[in-house]
């Protein structure tokens, strides 16, 4: 996956270590080599993304693509797509939400702070497996900018 010739970086944020052991194989499973780089916590993934300073200069050259559960142990999956989506040198960077709540509120939420996609997790694994296969589908055939 690239965008405008260069590589884009996944950036997952999951807490639950089996969960993002399937994330990782259904994206492989898809074609998609991209080198991906895991958090379980939003402090870590906010340092990485926006720099510790969190003014967001680390990222303006990067090409990220962010993988964000809502329900992380340290900090609300919501305040780090807000934070994100707010920040002028990020604020592009396309986010897919990836959590179990499917609560219609928070769904619109998250849209409304400039979340890119959002896919509901399936409980059973299953479903969990299915839904994260055709995440890999999609990100196989789509282009960043």
Do not use: W
């Given at each position: 996956?690239?965008?405008?010739?260069?590589?884009?970086?996944?950036?997952?944020?999951?807490?639950?270590?089996?969960?993002?052991?399937?994330?990782?194989?259904?994206?492989?499973?898809?074609?998609?080599?991209?080198?991906?780089?895991?958090?379980t916590l939003g402090k870590g993934a906010?340092?990485?993304?926006?720099?510790?300073?969190?003014?967001?200069?680390?990222?303006?050259?990067?090409?990220?693509?962010?993988?964000?559960?809502?329900?992380?142990?340290?900090?609300?999956?919501?305040?780090?797509?807000?934070?994100?989506?707010?920040?002028?040198?990020?604020?592009?960077?396309?986010?897919?939400?990836?959590?179990t709540t499917d609560d219609e509120r928070?769904?619109?939420?998250?849209?409304?702070?400039?979340?890119?996609?959002?896919?509901?997790?399936?409980?059973?694994?299953?479903?969990?497996s299915t839904a994260i296969r055709n995440?890999?589908?999609?990100?196989?055939?789509?282009?960043?900018?």
């Amino acid at each position: 996956m690239k965008a405008t010739g260069q590589e884009v970086t996944i950036v997952m944020i999951e807490d639950d270590e089996g969960h993002a052991r399937l994330i990782e194989k259904n994206v492989r499973r898809a074609g998609v080599n991209n080198e991906i780089v895991p958090f379980t916590l939003g402090k870590g993934a906010l340092d990485y993304i926006l720099g510790p300073d969190r003014d967001g200069l680390v990222s303006k050259d990067r090409y990220l693509l962010i993988l964000l559960d809502l329900n992380l142990p340290d900090m609300s999956g919501l305040d780090i797509l807000e934070k994100i989506k707010t920040n002028e040198h990020t604020r592009r960077l396309p986010v897919v939400v990836l959590t179990t709540t499917d609560d219609e509120r928070e769904i619109q939420k998250c849209y409304d702070l400039g979340a890119n996609v959002y896919i509901t997790k399936p409980v059973d694994y299953d479903g969990f497996s299915t839904a994260i296969r055709n995440l890999g589908l999609f990100f196989s055939v789509i282009q960043v900018p």
